[in-house]
């Protein structure tokens, strides 16, 4: 525990003590002391912070300071009505600040009390209010803009994270100046209170059992308390215009004097205008000269110097204005041409119809979009999406998008806005007026409808989806079918640093001595192409760990891995248990076996064209067949043939799904429906 923290404890034991303790009128006044000068200090931080949450602890230093002056308000109150004294701070304040006149005192204290209450705190009470209400209305839209910076790149995670806590801070702030404020206002009502007290229990404890007039009881403890009165609102009247200054100081650059003199002092014009006229009514008009004639020059003399600093600062202006452009060859310099060169992973250019999409302001919602795809992709697949650029392109039509992926075109669609896409799951009970179209993510019939046509689809049966839905899908998918390639060496090795700390032995047997970050790179690659979720990483690793010394070859490593994962790979695909597959004819297998060759490289399939061809034609066959059918397109091979079957199959059938007998788990029931032959 550090100093600083066991310091403040024992402060707040002692201040908790100090209400039930007596302590010597030497020591009080030393309290008394410290209590005017924490409320000096306090005020003078007010005036020099540039922000609120530069001063966050202000509301916990509140309350322990309204706690500080109310237990010295009862030690004062017991050392005026036991001993008719309080010590030599209370008995200067009563005797000297007021001069001796309780009546003067008393009505000086009325006053001070009176300002406080009713115009400070009252005031700071009600800006704490409306700045917590505001601050937490704010904050949805606050949030939004951070990450819409996030997505579009303008800020990365880390500032992103603070941003964040900054805006969660300045609610917890106003939030606690609300009710910080109301300890403020208790100490003046608590001050009224003890001074009314202190007066009227004085007259009768002097007058029965010290055996004083009257007069001599009136007038001291009238000078007593008053004297108590004035030292302990004092600090509090401090405190109060501390935190009116807090609630109500903007964001600035500087501190609070530097900002009004700055500011006050920015029109000149102003400033000639109130000198002149103080100056005329100092010279004309019956009312003292000295005072006025002096402050109008006063004002005279700031005009001008802010008039003459004004035409400094233009002069400067214009100079950097005119300075002559840099040379070409500076232009020229790669380091001005190395932004150009940078190729964003993710890009969404879109036309400027779909513009409100994109903005906050109006509604949009796709910067929220772009972060729940990047969540649902990590926990599908296990990879980090890269930040999705949004661009708008004046190049394509209105209502037009368009994905990129490292600077290459994937995929386009378009919407049409203030319409929804209704798509048919195969069973609608009738049709629907709309604009026939193709939903661009699973090539799906669809139309696009009127928005108070929604409804009316929902019943009929129709799924339904916004436009912001359509591209956040198409995107998805998009992302996923390219996952491949937009994992890179830097990814994976944040992906095994991460889990790192909890397999240590695991990455340190591996990595360097097995397999580079390369190598796990296109093993992941080979996964992910072909939709095989890498999020189980520590079983990855193990099975290359297990597998790197007997070969090097990246696709056979590939398949040892899939088959370590045959309970994901077999609930992926399987999810009832069931399903009729389309499998290879052992004759097949054999000349497929026959054909694999290997080099410097790795293995590969040596076919001639013609037996290709095929066994492309006979896959097609039974793959028709497979889905007339109803079921999914699987093909399952042998082990060792399935990565050259997959390869030779991705000529026509891009997506088929190709598993080994391996992977698939023995409870699960397969059916042959058809056999690919030669």
Not at 143 to 148: E, G, K, R
Request: net charge negative.
């Amino acid at each position: 525990m550090r100093f600083s923290d066991i310091f403040v404890a024992l402060l707040v034991i002692v201040i908790i003590l100090l209400i039930i303790i007596p302590v010597p009128l030497g020591w009080l006044d030393f309290f008394l002391a410290l209590n005017i000068s924490l409320a000096l200090t306090i005020l003078m931080i007010s005036m020099f912070v540039k922000e609120p949450l530069e001063f966050s602890v202000f509301p916990s230093i509140l309350l322990i300071t309204t706690l500080f002056r109310l237990a010295l308000n009862i030690r004062t109150t017991v050392s005026i009505l036991s001993y008719g004294e309080a010590g030599q701070v209370i008995s200067t304040f009563g005797s000297f600040v007021v001069g001796g006149n309780a009546i003067v005192g008393f009505i000086v204290f009325i006053i001070i009390v009176i300002i406080q209450f009713l115009v400070i705190i009252k005031g700071s009470e009600r800006v704490s209010e409306v700045a917590a209400r505001f601050t937490l209305d704010a904050m949805p839209g606050k949030q939004m803009a951070i990450d819409a910076d996030l997505n579009s790149g303008l800020i990365n995670e880390n500032e992103a994270k603070k941003r964040r806590q900054k805006i969660q801070r300045e609610a917890d702030f106003y939030g606690a100046m609300d009710g910080a404020s109301k300890f403020v206002k208790g100490d003046a009502i608590a001050g009224i209170l003890i001074t009314m007290i202190n007066i009227i229990a004085g007259f009768l404890l002097g007058s029965f059992m010290m055996g004083m007039t009257l007069t001599e009881a009136i007038q001291r403890f009238t000078l007593l308390t008053v004297g108590d009165g004035l030292v302990s609102q004092l600090p509090a009247l401090m405190i109060s215009v501390s935190t009116g200054i807090v609630v109500t100081r903007a964001a600035s650059d500087a501190s609070l004097g530097r900002d009004v003199v700055t500011q006050l002092l920015s029109q000149n014009v102003v400033l000639f205008i109130v000198g002149a006229v103080l100056i005329f009514l100092g010279a004309v008009t019956p009312l003292p000269k000295i005072p006025f004639l002096v402050l109008g020059a006063i004002l005279l003399f700031g005009g001008y110097r802010s008039m003459d600093r004004k035409k400094k600062q233009e002069a400067a202006a214009l100079a950097e204005e005119s300075k002559p452009a840099p040379e070409k060859d500076s232009i020229r310099k790669p380091e001005n041409i190395m932004p150009l060169l940078q190729v964003d992973p993710i890009e969404l250019e879109f036309g400027y119809g779909i513009i409100p999409l994109a903005d906050p302001n109006q509604g949009g919602d796709l910067f929220d979009r772009l972060v729940m795809i990047r969540r649902q992709i990590a926990l599908e697949l296990g990879v980090v999406v890269p930040m999705i650029r949004l661009r708008d392109n004046i190049q394509l039509d209105s209502n037009q998008y368009l994905i990129k992926i490292k600077g290459n075109d994937i995929a386009m669609g378009s919407i049409v806005f203030d319409h929804y896409l209704a798509m048919s799951p195969g069973s609608v009970e009738g049709e629907i007026e709309g604009i026939d179209t193709v939903e661009p993510a699973f090539g799906l019939p669809a139309k696009w409808i009127k928005a108070d046509l929604r409804e009316k689809a929902e019943l009929l049966g129709y799924t339904v989806v916004d436009p912001s839905s359509v591209i956040s899908t198409h995107l998805t998918e998009v992302i996923k079918k390219n996952s491949h390639e937009l994992l890179s060496r830097e990814d994976v090795k944040q992906l095994i640093e991460n889990i790192k700390e909890g397999n240590a032995t695991l990455i340190g047997e591996l990595i360097p001595n097995l397999m580079s970050y390369g190598e796990i790179q296109k093993v992941l690659g080979n996964l992910l192409k072909e939709g095989v979720s890498i999020r189980n990483l520590t079983t990855i690793l193990e099975t290359l760990a297990d597998n790197a010394r007997t070969t090097r070859d990246v696709n056979i490593l590939t398949e040892y891995v899939r088959q370590r994962l045959s309970k994901q790979i077999s609930k992926a695909y399987f999810p009832f248990g069931q399903a009729k597959v389309v499998t290879l004819d052992q004759k097949l297998e054999n000349r497929m076996m026959e054909a694999i060759e290997q080099n410097e490289n790795g293995t590969y399939l040596s076919l001639d064209p013609m037996t290709t061809q095929t066994i492309l034609a006979s896959l097609s066959e039974e793959i028709h067949k497979l889905l007339k059918m109803g079921e999914q397109a699987i093909v399952v091979t042998a082990p060792i043939v399935r990565f050259y079957f997959k390869r030779i199959s991705e000529q026509s059938i891009p997506d088929l799904i190709v598993l080994s007998y391996n992977e698939i788990e023995s409870n699960i029931d397969i059916q042959s429906a058809g056999m690919v032959k030669i």
